[in-house]
């Protein structure tokens, strides 16, 4: 079965560190790249980061950098986000998907997962 799964999201105090996990099974891990998107109600979904398995190519989104670090693990077939410095803007469903192209936008992407939630607050 392919899938995605996302693990790691939670409560977090303004300022504080999460890391994110998404664990893929069902394809070829190495030929993705991999992205990681959030969404509030009533908004659409926004990329945040993502990393491409083949290259190591990465890109941020401006309104993290500095912030979050995406890696790669290919033995665990697993993409890290590590996101410091949390805002309560941060507070959303943080999403992983895989797709063939490195980019922030989610319509290159075609596998998802379910999602994990981050809230962010004091």
């Known amino acids: 079965e392919v899938q995605l799964v996302e693990s790691g999201g939670g409560l977090v105090q303004p300022g504080g560190s999460l890391r994110l996990s998404c664990t893929a099974s069902?394809?070829?891990?190495?030929?993705?790249?991999i992205g990681w998107f959030r969404q509030v109600p009533g908004k659409e979904r926004e990329g945040v980061a993502c990393?491409?398995?083949?290259?190591?190519?990465?890109d941020y989104a401006h309104f993290v950098k500095g912030r979050v670090t995406i890696s790669s693990d290919s033995t665990r077939n697993t993409v890290y986000l590590q996101m410091n410095s949390l805002k309560p803007e941060d507070t959303a469903v943080y999403y992983c998907?895989?797709?063939?192209?490195?980019?922030?936008?989610?319509?290159?992407?075609?596998?998802w997962g379910q999602g994990t939630q981050v809230t962010v607050s004091s």
């Open positions: 990393i491409s398995n083949t290259d190591g190519t990465v």
């Open positions: 998907a895989a797709g063939s192209r490195v980019t922030t936008s989610p319509r290159f992407y075609d596998i």
């Open positions: 069902g394809f070829t891990f190495d030929d993705v790249a």
